[in-house]
């Protein structure tokens, strides 16, 4: 899942190996994580998003060069994070149960393109629903395309549960009504509504489901959109929201998402969630939709990520050493010029190794001081001290090969 989203961060994160990072080569790497992105199905108005967000978090920051790919990974985790973050998150189940507390049906609109896997993801939400121990009804308001009622009908009968249905080309708002006075006389917790789904543009499919919201107002409106579909769902979400204000979405097909930009784009280009992911062809196949799972599918895991809120430029980290290669990005020259000037012997075993190994990296990070500028405590001199008892020729031996350290 998500190759191509997961792809274009990683050569981004990749691509920053500057120490002190310059807006010129940040708009260059900002331009290829844009063409990136585009190719991933992201909609313009995330990749500006994001690419404002992270140059912002870059320009002038210092980092040192092991850290950098670390780096501008946390800083596109915490890009992406918000835009999830401002979306908010809607509790269905929650939901229904204000309503049943009333003694009121909880009515779901499902709206979306023929053809995504709308009536599926209805009979889907119907099956977790009654899993739940909810009483359900389903009004079969799509009376325009052919076999749609006799789709409804047979998911209903597999689910064991009650449809409202009328003749082809009724009005679908009587339909919806129907299904809603049954529910009432019958203490029945929810209706989940099904409509037509024409193209987006078709003026009289909105006028139809603007019809349906103002004769029943829906508690909730979803949106259903195919994965699959790219930008096409992008723009069917736009256009939807536009006319019918929907309160969240499902993702149908995300299982075979290879793209991954469907669900980033549809969260920031309409300010709503992603309430479940269609995963498979089964009724149980429907998983609520999971931003930090979404986060670590695309970059991995988070256990060593910190996601900020802010833009600000983040503090230099500390240099961090591998105990494998405590030498790892250190030249012996520098390891023999660092041992001249402070008379430091060949360490004996793997743990003065390490201390050696993050000493000349303090050292290189302090700009090579020489004996009294150095920045190392009076404990750190002690140790140095320490290290000076060996015997002065075996380090003239030793100096200058300290690559047989390096594992």
Not at 79 to 103: M, P, Q, R, T, V
Not at 104 to 117: A, S
Not at 148 to 168: D, F, S, W
Not at 190 to 196: G, H, P, R, W
Request: charged letters at 30%; a negative charge; glycine letters at 6%.
């Amino acid at each position: 899942m998500f190759d191509k989203l997961r792809s274009a961060f990683s050569n981004a994160a990749k691509s920053l190996g500057e120490t002190e990072l310059d807006e010129k080569d940040i708009e260059d790497i900002l331009f290829e994580l844009e063409i990136s992105l585009l190719e991933s199905d992201v909609a313009t108005e995330v990749i500006d998003s994001v690419k404002t967000d992270l140059k912002e978090r870059l320009i002038g920051a210092k980092v040192d060069k092991h850290e950098i790919e670390k780096f501008v990974k946390d800083g596109l985790i915490s890009s992406i994070s918000s835009l999830f973050d401002a979306a908010g998150n809607y509790n269905l189940l929650e939901k229904i149960d204000e309503s049943k507390d009333k003694g009121q049906p909880f009515l779901i609109l499902f709206v979306g393109i023929n053809g995504t896997g709308k009536t599926t993801s209805l009979a889907k939400v119907a099956h977790l629903l009654k899993e739940k121990k909810y009483s359900v009804v389903i009004a079969a308001a799509d009376t325009f395309r052919a076999g749609a009622i006799e789709q409804l009908r047979e998911h209903t009968n597999r689910l064991n549960l009650k449809l409202v249905a009328q003749n082809y080309n009724s009005d679908p708002a009587a339909v919806a009504r129907d299904a809603v006075l049954y529910a009432k006389s019958h203490k029945t917790d929810c209706v989940l509504i099904d409509t037509a789904g024409r193209m987006q543009t078709s003026e009289n499919l909105m006028q139809q489901i603007a019809k349906i919201t103002k004769v029943v107002n829906p508690d909730m409106k979803i949106f259903v959109g195919d994965s699959l579909a790219g930008n096409d769902t992008v723009n069917q979400a736009r256009e939807f929201f536009e006319h019918v204000k929907f309160d969240a979405s499902i993702l149908t097909k995300s299982d075979a998402d290879a793209r991954g930009g469907a669900a980033l784009s549809i969260v920031k280009v309409t300010s709503t969630p992603v309430l479940y992911v269609g995963v498979g062809q089964e009724y149980a196949d429907l998983k609520p939709f999971d931003k930090e799972l979404f986060l670590e599918t695309v970059f991995g895991s988070l256990d060593d990520v910190t996601i900020t809120k802010n833009i600000e430029p983040q503090p230099t980290p500390e240099p961090q050493i591998s105990s494998d290669d405590p030498f790892d990005g250190i030249t012996d020259n520098e390891i023999a010029t660092y041992s001249d000037l402070f008379d430091v012997p060949p360490p004996e075993n793997d743990n003065d190794a390490l201390k050696l190994g993050n000493k000349i990296h303090q050292w290189l990070k302090d700009g090579k001081p020489k004996p009294g500028e150095s920045k190392i405590d009076d404990d750190e001199a002690e140790d140095e001290k320490e290290m000076q008892k060996h015997d002065k020729e075996e380090l003239e031996k030793k100096k200058g090969r300290f690559g047989f350290l390096r594992r």
